[in-house]
């Protein structure tokens, strides 16, 4: 039942990700200051966006499973936050890479995004050991809510604390009201903003739809009394 | 006195009546804190410590002290069924949170009272920057008894407690620790405290207190359930 529309979005997010990035390198102007190396700014910021609202939606999820007690809910939760642990893997090394070429370090620690975005990625990389730590699925499901919520409101929190503890130098290219992008450059981002959200939400559903369905074997096994074919994760939920 | 108000007094009084006869977590923290300072001045080099260098060996040892009280913190409950006592009477739950996060506030505020002394005395050339520090430390400690308390619930019913507590905790506490490193720094300095960002580090340290209290309390329900 996840499957369904998995084929359309599917073909959007690989024409949005082609259009995107055809938008980078052949419209988007090259930065005065940094030059090609600042196209990988389109893609490390919707990276880094989209991976920090994939974790506070984990949490509203999170807060979904533990108001109804729906498994389900879980399931959508765990996806949310594996997937944006992922994309947070591609946001650190991305990010090294252009503060290696615009700062000529892989690692910049007077930077207040980036240490932010590290803290949280730690934080939320704890969310697997922790899962695996519990063996009651039932309880497992509730503690991973409870961990979602709680990582949840750590992410701003901790975001505020940083940015309070480091210097800015941090190009903010929002901030500005009218010195910020330039017109051409903005659509770029917006463009790529979107594909790669329509990149994450296509992963969420693949992988929902794969343990949807490895789900449905396991029961049809069971209903016919063959062996199961091996265990399966112990940490991911299952889902109907 | 209303059901919970009762509850909450009678737990408290029970842990810290049952930290006193069997001092099973308390002289532990202080040993550990106190060792690791002597192992600081040989890992830094230093006879004392002032700024920056002097708030890192404060809040580093007392952040891992404190992780061996949060990791005691519900080990008796598991053991002794104290959990099932809690899930059957006519009680809310949050008794026991606020119950265990003000045993846990407790612990953490008596170990200061004994090694931040110690501290001082090893570490500074005068003791004045004490009696800001304590305001950094008291809500410093309301921040890690919240969170302690939370995640020490948890991790107690996992296998392999005593490694998951440190390692979800410890990220936790990130926020907590460049606010309380942040506003010890300026007042351990050399030439006497200042008081550089002083109330914006103690209005974030609050904040983060208040956001995990209302945290803990609200979902701490679900723990319990079984």
């Given amino acids: 039942m996840y499957g369904k529309g998995l084929r359309p979005l599917s073909i959007a997010t690989v024409v949005a990700i082609a259009g995107a990035f055809s938008l980078v390198f052949f419209y988007a102007p090259l930065d005065a200051d940094q030059g090609f190396v600042q196209k990988i700014f389109y893609i490390h910021v919707p990276l880094a966006i989209v991976a920090l609202v994939g974790f506070v939606v984990g949490a509203v999820f999170a807060i979904l499973h533990l108001r109804s007690g729906d498994r389900r809910w879980d399931a959508y939760s765990y996806v949310s936050i594996h997937m944006s642990v992922i994309f947070g893997v591609a946001v650190l090394i991305t990010g090294a890479i252009w503060a290696k070429a615009s700062w000529g370090h892989w690692w910049v620690w007077d930077e207040p995004t980036l240490v932010s975005f590290l803290i949280v990625f730690l934080m939320y990389a704890t969310y697997y050991p922790f899962r695996y730590a519990i063996e009651d699925p039932e309880r497992q499901a509730r503690y991973a809510s409870v961990f979602a919520v709680t990582a949840g409101a750590f992410v701003p929190l901790n975001f505020m604390a940083v940015r309070l503890a480091e210097s800015l130098v941090h190009p903010r290219v929002f901030a500005t009201t009218n010195g910020g992008l330039p017109g051409s450059m903005m659509f770029t981002f917006l463009a790529c903003l979107v594909a790669v959200a329509l990149l994450w939400v296509t992963l969420v559903k693949l992988e929902l739809t794969a343990k949807s369905a490895s789900g449905q074997l396991k029961r049809l096994r069971r209903a016919l009394d063959a062996p199961a074919a091996g265990a399966g994760s112990r940490i991911a939920p299952e889902v109907s | ?226």
Wanted: hydrophobic fraction near 60%.
């Fill in chain 2, 1 to 226: 006195m209303t059901p919970s108000r009762a509850a909450f007094t009678a737990i408290l009084a029970k842990d810290l009546r049952a930290e006193l006869r069997t001092l099973q977590s308390l002289p532990a923290m202080a040993l550990f804190a106190t060792t690791t300072f002597v192992i600081f001045r040989f890992g830094l080099d230093r006879t004392s410590l002032s700024g920056s260098l002097a708030s890192g060996v404060l809040w580093a040892t007392l952040l891992f002290a404190a992780l061996l009280g949060v990791n005691r913190l519900f080990v008796a409950e598991r053991e002794e069924g104290g959990f099932d006592a809690i899930r059957l009477a006519p009680i809310d739950r949050s008794a026991l949170f606020a119950a265990k996060a003000t045993a846990l506030f407790t612990y953490l505020v008596v170990l200061e009272l004994v090694v931040v002394p110690i501290f001082a005395l090893f570490f500074l050339d005068s003791a004045a920057a004490l009696a800001p520090l304590a305001a950094v430390l008291l809500l410093a400690d309301l921040g890690i008894a919240a969170t302690g308390t939370l995640i020490s619930s948890m991790a107690v019913h996992s296998r392999a407690r005593d490694l998951l507590g440190p390692l979800v905790l410890l990220p936790l506490v990130v926020p907590l620790m460049i606010a309380a490193t942040g506003a010890s720094e300026p007042l351990l300095a050399v030439g006497g405290p200042g008081y550089h960002r002083f109330g914006t580090w103690l209005a974030v340290l609050s904040l983060y207190d208040l956001i995990f209290l209302l945290v803990g309390w609200a979902v701490f329900d679900f723990l319990l359930e079984d």
